[in-house]
């Protein structure tokens, strides 16, 4: 059963760069896409982007020139890191799997999210 | 982006009744639409994709209907562990959007 965990500072200082990293267990990176989603009181569930495991990456237009999600399949991490942070990036940060379909000789992915990694809980200020 | 709206916002129902959530989406997301159920500290949990297809483990008291713009989610008989807060996504265009939730409560 595959289970992600985010880790990284719960604190960051306001103006520097937010960096998280999700660890999979219980499954490989490979072959997947894999989202970052953050939680706000004030902006509700918000889609950052994500990345397949080849290293292909998507972002939120609203975030895109701050993002950067990479992939390292040799350690089976996932990494997010969100530059110039201000206080409205204080939120909960999910890393979740995006779901695949197999039909066939077919692999079909989708945006929706199967597998989530319990949070880890960001603020942004000095 | 997709503006999902749901309602209500809070929706007050007694153990053993049916719970009726309703989403609405901008505009059309054929059935590329999920439901998720968080409870207080933790992550989201698929329940429907596609609008009517229920997720692994998910008991059959959670169904999904709705296509195009117009979206429910119907708990039959709910159980004292359904009380939490739902959200409705679309994943047809990127960037996924969900709705804002609805609090479902005990009565």
């Known amino acids: 059963q595959v289970q992600l965990q985010e880790s990284g500072p719960g604190l960051v200082n306001p103006s520097e760069t937010l960096s998280l990293t999700c660890s999979v267990s219980g499954g490989s990176v490979s072959n997947y896409y894999w989202s970052w989603i953050r939680q706000s009181p004030g902006k509700g569930l918000e889609w950052i982007g994500h990345?397949?495991?080849?290293?292909?990456?998507k972002y939120n237009p609203s975030l895109n020139s701050r993002v950067t999600i990479s992939v390292d399949t040799s350690k089976n991490q996932l990494s997010l890191k969100l530059s110039s942070a201000t206080a409205a990036d204080t939120a909960i940060y999910y890393c979740?799997?995006?779901?695949?379909?197999?039909?066939?000789?077919?692999?079909?992915?989708?945006?929706?999210?199967?597998?989530w990694g319990t949070g880890t809980t960001v603020t942004v200020s000095s | 982006e997709i503006v999902m709206t749901q309602s209500p916002a809070t929706l007050s129902v007694s153990p053993g009744e049916r719970a009726t959530l309703s989403c609405r989406a901008s505009?059309?997301?054929?059935?590329?639409l999920a439901w998720y159920q968080q409870k207080p500290g933790q992550a989201p949990r698929l329940l429907i994709y596609?609008?009517?297809t229920t997720a692994t483990g998910i008991p059959a008291r959670f169904s999904g209907s709705g296509s195009g713009t117009e979206f429910t989610l119907t708990i039959s008989s709910l159980q004292s562990e359904d009380f939490a807060v739902y959200y409705c996504q679309q994943y047809l265009k990127r960037p996924g959007t969900f709705g804002q939730g609805t609090k479902l409560e005990i009565k």
């Open positions: 979740a799997r995006d779901a695949r379909m197999v039909e066939g000789h077919a692999t079909l992915y989708y945006d929706y999210n199967d597998v």
């Open positions: 990345i397949y495991s080849s290293g292909s990456t």
């Open positions: 505009q059309s997301v054929n059935s590329n």
């Open positions: 596609g609008a009517s």
